[in-house]
């Protein structure tokens, strides 16, 4: 009989290779995140936004989707979610450094706006909460075309005060959209805390008024993320609607470059988060299990580090947009 902590990944028909490959991809978007922040503090990237903490819900999200069939409207911290479903460290760094080859939106987009017409993923708008209209239009297309395509988007617990969130998740609602919101409550809208942003403790409570199934889940917790997702596209599949994900995260940097945590986040609460971190819960989980060993481990620390190294390097050297292409993508041809 298998035990308890066997069946946890067991019954969710996660096999040991498939574990390791989602490690990995946790291990690298935390990789390159990082060092966005260096090359931020040496004047090269201009802006970040960072998705450290939140490793956890993306890459269980993205592991329960089809890259290149299933559409994903993400918002600035979905850098793990982006490398999850295959995006590589190079074309995000290009974007870092606005070079022409940048995939993501040609260096015209900020970094962290995220964009791929390979993997389905729809370029966002730097205005809060505009990409879950955008999701819910993809989702509307797909079911009055009839095609098997499930719409994801993500936003911040802070963004879920925005209108346009109301409006699109009343629309996936009443029209039964295959369409799944999750909501990474990192307990901060920016430098507002959560109790001052809702009177709910969890958004999943609100998806009752819209008509759409909502779970809270700790998305820290991978397999509980991957569960909880998994069961959400299968409902969007079967035609049983769209799901409101409330996964509670930790965010370890502040909101963004040009903002400084430690002015209004308690010294306590901050040494806390490390206690929370979903990938040495992860590590931890795997090396229990004998998945991973130690030697594992470091070679993926290093294998990682060396893709970014070779995607810094790379992209670095890139040729820089054309002057005579500022407006090309902008306006109609001709």
Known sequence: MATAKETRHAALGLEPDRLLTMYRQMVLARAVDRRMWVLNRQGKAPFVISGQ???AIQVAAASCMR???????????????????GMTALEFML???????????GARQMPSHFGSDRLRIITSSSVVGTQVVHAVGVAYASKMRG??????????????????????????????????????DNDYAISVPHRLQMGVDTVARRAEGY?????????????ASYEAMQRAVERARAGQGATLISAKVARFTSHSSDDDQRRYRPQAELEALLRRDPIERFRNYLLDEGVLLEA???RIQQECTADVDEAVTAAEAAESPRPEDLLKHVYADG
């Open 53 to 55: 903490g939140h490793e």
């Open 67 to 85: 890259p290149g069939i299933d559409w994903l409207c993400p918002y600035y911290r979905d850098l793990p979610f982006c490398l999850a479903l």
């Open 95 to 105: 974007a870092v450094f606005a070079k022409a080859d940048d995939p993501n939106s």
């Open 147 to 184: 095609l098997d395509e499930v719409s994801v988007t993500c936003i911040g617990d802070g963004g879920t005060s925005q209108g346009d969130w109301h409006e699109s998740m009343n629309w996936a609602g009443i029209h039964k959209l295959p369409f799944i919101c999750i909501v990474q």
């Open 211 to 223: 008509g759409v199934a909502g779970e809270a889940v700790d998305g820290g917790d991978l397999l």
């Open 296 to 298: 594992d481990d470091e």
